[in-house]
């Protein structure tokens, strides 16, 4: 979706509003699944395996779980960093071709939504497509959320896991971003 922001910005250069409109609509729907990519890590727990004998060898379980969780913090990393530049390249002061703080604050923004998301997903099942159904969501969460113990469960949670895809994220987009916004 956000590659098409070049195209629309020069189609409607006189019509700022019609690109930012959907720059945020484009914005919400893939923060709506980015959730999805980083929620594979959680199956490293390996709680899809059986007990006892199995025709599956156990690390043949743990080579394809890995890679599945690669995989999906890979494109969660790529499609942040892509979204980010995107943002950078609409804000950029051309004098100061520079990575802006605000473009980090952003990252760090979405990462803890991906977070709760994840928790969401692993601990209440939620998926992206309950957003359908806002008041279900909101009396499963009002229900969850009056058990003793659960919201420091899920503050520990999104925190641990946020602060893994930022320890992921961080070196990777510096990298990339010292090679599209070199300093002077």
């Given at each position: 979706?956000?590659?098409?922001?070049?195209?629309?910005?020069?189609?409607?250069?006189?019509?700022?509003?019609?690109l930012w409109t959907?720059?945020?609509?484009?914005?919400?729907?893939?923060?709506?699944?980015?959730?999805?990519?980083?929620?594979?890590?959680?199956?490293?727990?390996?709680?899809?395996?059986?007990?006892?004998?199995?025709?599956?060898?156990?690390?043949?379980?743990?080579?394809?779980?890995?890679?599945?969780?690669?995989?999906?913090?890979?494109?969660?990393?790529?499609?942040?960093?892509?979204?980010?530049?995107?943002?950078?390249?609409?804000?950029?002061?051309?004098?100061?071709?520079?990575?802006?703080?605000?473009?980090?604050?952003?990252?760090?923004?979405?990462?803890?939504?991906?977070?709760?998301?994840?928790?969401?997903?692993?601990?209440?099942?939620?998926?992206?497509?309950?957003?359908?159904?806002?008041?279900?969501m909101l009396r499963?969460?009002?229900?969850?959320?009056?058990?003793?113990?659960?919201?420091?469960?899920?503050?520990?949670?999104?925190?641990?896991?946020?602060?893994?895809?930022?320890?992921?994220?961080?070196?990777?987009?510096?990298?990339?971003?010292?090679?599209?916004?070199?300093?002077?």
């Open positions: 979706l956000m590659l098409l922001v070049p195209a629309i910005q020069l189609a409607g250069a006189s019509a700022p509003v019609l959907y720059v945020a609509l484009a914005t919400l729907v893939w923060l709506l699944f980015l959730p999805n990519s980083v929620y594979l890590i959680t199956e490293l727990n390996l709680s899809h395996r059986e007990d006892g004998p199995t025709p599956v060898p156990l690390w043949y379980d743990i080579v394809q779980t890995l890679t599945l969780t690669i995989s999906g913090i890979a494109n969660a990393v790529l499609s942040l960093a892509i979204l980010q530049t995107v943002l950078i390249v609409l804000f950029i002061d051309p004098a100061r071709p520079t990575v802006p703080a605000s473009s980090w604050a952003f990252a760090v923004v979405v990462i803890v939504l991906g977070a709760v998301g994840v928790y969401l997903g692993r601990f209440l099942r939620f998926n992206s497509w309950d957003v359908r159904h806002p008041l279900g499963k969460l009002a229900a969850h959320f009056r058990v003793r113990g659960k919201a420091l469960e899920a503050f520990a949670f999104v925190v641990t896991h946020a602060l893994l895809i930022t320890l992921i994220y961080v070196p990777v987009y510096a990298l990339a971003a010292a090679s599209l916004f070199p300093a002077r």
